[in-house]
C-alpha cells in the first residue's frame, strides 16, 4: 500500500512561487508514474502534471509556469509551481499508480486514472 504525504502549501502572493513536494510512506515511488491534480472551491478536480519514467505532461494552464521532477533516490516528486495566479487557488493532491510508468501519462492525467491519492495541501493565491 503506498501512502502520499504532500507537503510545501501556503498562501502566496499572485506573481509568487511554491514548490509542493510529495513523499511516500513505507513504500518507493520508484517504478510508478506520479501525478499532481487540484480541485478549487465549486470546481471538479483537474490534472496539473504528470510524470512517468521518460514522459512529462501538464495542463494547458500551467504549461511553462510549473515543472514536475522527481529523484528516486530521495524518494520525493516536487511542483514547482512559478508566476503563481488566483485562478491557481486550491487544495493539490499528489497520486501514483504503477501502470503506464514506461510510457506517456497524458491520458492518465487527464482521466484521473490514479490508484494512490495524498490527502491533499493547501495552496492559496492571494494579495
Known amino acids: 500500500q503506498l501512502q502520499l504525504v504532500e507537503s510545501g502549501g501556503g498562501l502566496v502572493e499572485p506573481g509568487g512561487s511554491l514548490t509542493l513536494s510529495c513523499t511516500p510512506s513505507?513504500?518507493?515511488?520508484?517504478?510508478?508514474?506520479v501525478g499532481w491534480f487540484r480541485q478549487a472551491p465549486g470546481k471538479e478536480r483537474e490534472g496539473v502534471s504528470c510524470m512517468a519514467a521518460y514522459n512529462r505532461d501538464y495542463a494547458d494552464s500551467v504549461k511553462g509556469r510549473f515543472t514536475i521532477s522527481r529523484d528516486n533516490a530521495k524518494n520525493t516528486v516536487w511542483l514547482q509551481m512559478n508566476s503563481l495566479r488566483p485562478e491557481d487557488t486550491g487544495v493539490y493532491y499528489c497520486?501514483?499508480?504503477?501502470?503506464?510508468?514506461?510510457?506517456?501519462?497524458?491520458?492518465?492525467?487527464?482521466?484521473?486514472?490514479?490508484?494512490?491519492w495524498g490527502q491533499g495541501i493547501q495552496v492559496t493565491v492571494s494579495s
Open positions: 513505507g513504500n518507493t515511488l520508484d517504478g510508478y508514474t
Open positions: 497520486a501514483a499508480d504503477w501502470r503506464g510508468y514506461s510510457g506517456a501519462c497524458g491520458v492518465a492525467l487527464r482521466r484521473g486514472l490514479f490508484d494512490y
